[in-house]
């Protein structure tokens, strides 16, 4: 289990490595008002705090119980798309009661359900495995151990191709995620055709 910080650093500056650009290129420009630095706030408190969410037994055990147990509510596994409803539900309520619009919300939430799963990437990568799929599937998968599948273990070079699609599919539609909810917040991302 990696540490908070290193969730929270992971999510603003790997996954949203493209949002510090664009706003550190805004400050170099002096274009950034008050009203901007609070919308950037905003994203960086759901985005943080979504991102530590699959953790967030282990302040309970620790305050209660003593220990860093951090993986189960009750019988649910935090680390589980099932869990990110959480995230969701967090990134809606902050998106709704700071724009009072409904689309932002939604935005907000899809925000908010990619930065809790970013958690799950990393938590993969650390630990071999997460229960993406509980209550379907209540053992942990890897996203990460499929894409070391080689041409043998696949059956073939069809199902490989397929299968190292499918791994790498998985964590660009996080990052896909973000950045479409962070065009919805304001950063703008084209291709700009040389002349
Ligand atoms: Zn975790």
Redesign the pocket.
């Known amino acids: 289990?990696?540490y908070p910080v290193v969730?929270v650093l992971f999510f603003l500056f790997c996954v949203g490595s493209v949002a510090v650009y664009a706003v550190l290129g805004s400050l170099s420009r002096r274009e950034l008002s008050f009203r901007d630095a609070r919308k950037l706030l905003l994203l960086v408190f759901v985005g943080g705090l979504s991102t530590l969410l699959?953790?967030i037994m282990a302040v309970y055990n620790v305050l209660i119980n003593g220990n860093l147990d951090?993986?189960l509510v009750g019988s649910i596994p935090?680390?589980s798309f099932l869990f990110s409803s959480t995230a969701i539900i967090f990134g809606a309520f902050f998106g709704y009661a700071a724009y009072r619009e409904f689309d932002k919300a939604v935005y907000m939430a899809i925000f908010a359900g990619s930065a809790f799963l970013t958690?799950?990437l990393?938590?993969d990568i650390a630990?071999g495995g997460?229960t993406y799929l509980y209550p379907l599937y209540d053992r942990r998968i890897s996203v990460f151990s499929i894409m070391d599948t080689g041409f043998a273990d696949a059956g073939g070079l069809f199902n490989y191709l397929i299968i190292s699609f499918v791994s790498v599919f998985c964590v660009f539609i996080v990052i896909l995620m973000v950045l479409f909810a962070l065009n919805k917040f304001g950063f703008e991302f084209g291709y700009r055709a040389e002349k």
């Open positions: 289990m990696p969730h699959p953790d951090h993986s935090t680390h958690h799950l990393l938590d630990e997460c």
